[in-house]
Structure formats: structure tokens, C-alpha cells
């Protein structure tokens, strides 16, 4: 299932896409007397009951033409959140595709950084490139959400753990990487170069784990006012999804909510030369998963 938050005058909702229309699990409460989460996050917090439960009643709801009657509202209708608002943990994996880290060598173990919730926006919104950068980057991804907590998981444990998948644009600002490194040992500026506010776009949806059980190969890809930057496919990974939470758990305790990138393919600016403009449209789609698209701003004023 595909589950959304979604704004209702000024309020989250939790709701689920069903044949291209998106349902109020909130309707679908009152009508089949039952109580279901506020949003996204809370269903994550309670995942391992809240999941089966909410997928009992959308089979009721397909069964039901006067519920869905009651409830449908079409996609393009209804303005998307990130499906996870308040990630408390954001890992993000530094090279992990073979085409993409062209010009370094593969590391022998994953390699995060962190990004914050302020970095998280969701479908159509505006991302901000900060005054510093004028070489604004695109790395489209696909993200997973944690859904049951553990620590020092097994990679062959690790899918159960795994609440589900959504598409993530990994926004890089490659000049900031370079500042107050220059004569140091130090490599880049992570910092500077990945962790200001709009720059992970996620959404549109939690694509939940039983409708994608092998995420090997995805087709992904993001284009940027309809020109094709980046396209390739999940089969290209250096670390597979299982790797990846194995490292990210060792030492430390993964909770529902918590996100992980899973890295870019080629295509990205930092070796086309092709990098962001204001008012560029990005679309970044993994195959089965969705479309997030988000435009481009350049902050011109404090």
C-alpha cells in the first residue's frame, strides 16, 4: 500500500492512494468504526500492529463502492507532506553506486553522513539553495524507512526491520564542500556541502515493503525541466540495502521513523558541469515508488 500525509486546510492527515484517489483513513474510521493513526509517523510508531490493520480496512474499502465514494479524492487534488516529517535519524550513504563514484575508489564498508529534519520537505515544495552556493546539485534516491527498531542487525534479518521505501532528492551544494578545507588533510565539508534546510526533498509516498518485495533492479532517475540528468537502476548499488542498515545499526539503535539514503546513480552536476538554476523543476522517480517533484529557489535575502 501506499500511505500519504496529506494536508487538510491546515491539518495532517494519514491517508492512502488506492487506484490513483487518496482516502482520510480518519473517513475510513467513522465509517467502518474503527480508530486509525494521524499521520504517517504515528502509524511508524506502532508500525507492527498498525500495518496489517490498516491494510484489513483498505480491503474493506475496496470492497465498499459507498466508502469509496465517501472518502476518494483524486492525487492531483490534494497537497502531499513528507511521508515521514520527523525522521529522528537521517543516514545518508557517501558513494554508493559504481557509476556514480567514478573518480574515487570504492570504500570497503559504507560511509554515512547525517542530514536533520529541518533538510526534509515534501512533494512540490520549494527547495532553498543557501546564499554561499552557486552550484546547486541533484542526487535522486531511493530511501528507506525503518519500521520495527533494532541495533547490531543481522543483514539477513535486516528486510524485517523495514517499514517500507520512498524517493528521496539528495540536494548537494558542491562549493560548500570546498569551504575551510584548503590546506588541511580534510577531504570535503559535509557540513556545508549537504545539511541545510530544504535540501532532502522526500515523498510522495511510503511505499510499503510487501508491494516492492525485491527492490533489485528499480529503474531511478530525475529530470530537471524535462531533460533527462541521471538515469540508471538500483541494480548498481556498491552496498545493498541490507548492508547498508547492517553498518548503519552497529552501535546504534535504528527506530520507526528513521530514514536511510541508499545513494545516487551518474548523472549528477558535479561531473556533467550541469548544475541547479532558480526556478529549475526537479522530478526524481524510482520505479514503483513515485515521482517527487520540487523547485528550485535561490535565497537572495537573509
Given at each position: 500500500?501506499?500511505?500519504?500525509?496529506?494536508?487538510?486546510?491546515?491539518?495532517?492527515?494519514?491517508?492512502?492512494?488506492?487506484?490513483?484517489?487518496?482516502?482520510?483513513?480518519?473517513?475510513?474510521?467513522r465509517l467502518l468504526s474503527?480508530?486509525?493513526?494521524?499521520?504517517?509517523?504515528?502509524?511508524?510508531?506502532?508500525?507492527?500492529?498498525?500495518?496489517?490493520?490498516?491494510?484489513?480496512?483498505?480491503?474493506?474499502?475496496?470492497?465498499?463502492?459507498?466508502?469509496?465514494?465517501?472518502?476518494?479524492?483524486?492525487?492531483?487534488?490534494?497537497?502531499?507532506?513528507?511521508?515521514?516529517?520527523?525522521?529522528?535519524?537521517?543516514?545518508?550513504?557517501?558513494?554508493n553506486y559504481h557509476s556514480?563514484?567514478?573518480?574515487?575508489?570504492?570504500?570497503?564498508?559504507?560511509?554515512?553522513?547525517?542530514?536533520?529534519?529541518?533538510?526534509?520537505?515534501?512533494?512540490?515544495?520549494?527547495?532553498?539553495?543557501?546564499?554561499?552556493?552557486?552550484?546547486?546539485?541533484?542526487?535522486?534516491?531511493?530511501?528507506?524507512?525503518?519500521?520495527?527498531?533494532?541495533?547490531?542487525?543481522?543483514?539477513?534479518?535486516?528486510?524485517?526491520?523495514?517499514?517500507?521505501?520512498?524517493?528521496?532528492?539528495?540536494?548537494?551544494?558542491?562549493?560548500?564542500?570546498?569551504?575551510?578545507?584548503?590546506?588541511?588533510?580534510?577531504?570535503?565539508?559535509?557540513?556545508?556541502?549537504?545539511?541545510?534546510?530544504?535540501?532532502?526533498?522526500?515523498?510522495?509516498?511510503?511505499?510499503?515493503?510487501?508491494?516492492?518485495?525485491?527492490?533489485?533492479?528499480?529503474?531511478?532517475?530525475?529530470?530537471?525541466?524535462?531533460?533527462?540528468?541521471?538515469?540508471?537502476?538500483?541494480?548498481?548499488?556498491?552496498?545493498?540495502?541490507?548492508?547498508?542498515?547492517?553498518?548503519?545499526?552497529?552501535?546504534?539503535?535504528?527506530?520507526?521513523?528513521?530514514?536511510?539514503?541508499?545513494?545516487?546513480?551518474?548523472?549528477?552536476?558535479?561531473?556533467?558541469?550541469?548544475?541547479?538554476?532558480?526556478?529549475?523543476?526537479?522530478?526524481?522517480?524510482?520505479?514503483?515508488?513515485?515521482?517527487?517533484?520540487?523547485?528550485?529557489?535561490?535565497?537572495?535575502?537573509?
Open positions: 500500500m501506499k500511505l500519504v500525509n496529506f494536508l487538510s486546510g491546515e491539518s495532517i492527515h494519514l491517508g492512502a492512494v488506492v487506484d490513483g484517489r487518496v482516502f482520510d483513513l480518519a473517513d475510513v474510521g474503527r480508530a486509525f493513526p494521524a499521520s504517517v509517523e504515528e502509524a511508524l510508531a506502532g508500525w507492527e500492529w498498525e500495518e496489517p490493520e490498516i491494510h484489513k480496512a483498505l480491503d474493506q474499502v475496496r470492497a465498499s463502492e459507498s466508502v469509496l465514494q465517501e472518502t476518494a479524492r483524486r492525487t492531483e487534488e490534494v497537497r502531499f507532506a513528507p511521508p515521514d516529517r520527523t525522521p529522528n535519524k537521517i543516514l545518508c550513504v557517501f558513494v556514480h563514484g567514478q573518480d574515487v575508489k570504492a570504500p570497503s564498508e559504507p560511509i554515512f553522513f547525517f542530514k536533520h529534519q529541518d533538510s526534509v520537505v515534501g512533494d512540490w515544495s520549494d527547495v532553498w539553495v543557501p546564499r554561499f552556493s552557486s552550484k546547486a546539485d541533484h542526487e535522486v534516491e531511493l530511501g528507506v524507512i525503518i519500521g520495527k527498531k533494532g541495533k547490531d542487525i543481522a543483514a539477513e534479518d535486516a528486510y524485517g526491520h523495514v517499514a517500507g521505501y520512498t524517493v528521496l532528492n539528495d540536494i548537494s551544494f558542491r562549493d560548500g564542500m570546498r569551504r575551510g578545507i584548503e590546506g588541511t588533510v580534510l577531504g570535503r565539508n559535509l557540513f556545508k556541502g549537504k545539511v541545510a534546510d530544504t535540501a532532502l526533498p522526500m515523498g510522495p509516498a511510503l511505499v510499503t515493503r510487501d508491494e516492492i518485495p525485491d527492490p533489485y533492479p528499480l529503474k531511478i532517475s530525475l529530470r530537471v525541466n524535462g531533460d533527462i540528468r541521471q538515469d540508471g537502476s538500483t541494480d548498481d548499488m556498491i552496498f545493498r540495502i541490507p548492508d547498508l542498515i547492517a553498518s548503519a545499526s552497529e552501535g546504534i539503535t535504528l527506530s520507526p521513523g528513521d530514514v536511510i539514503a541508499t545513494g545516487t546513480c551518474s548523472g549528477v552536476g558535479l561531473y556533467t558541469g550541469k548544475y541547479l538554476n532558480d526556478g529549475d523543476l526537479m522530478e526524481a522517480e524510482v520505479e514503483g515508488v513515485g515521482v517527487l517533484r520540487n523547485r528550485v529557489r535561490f535565497q537572495t535575502t537573509p
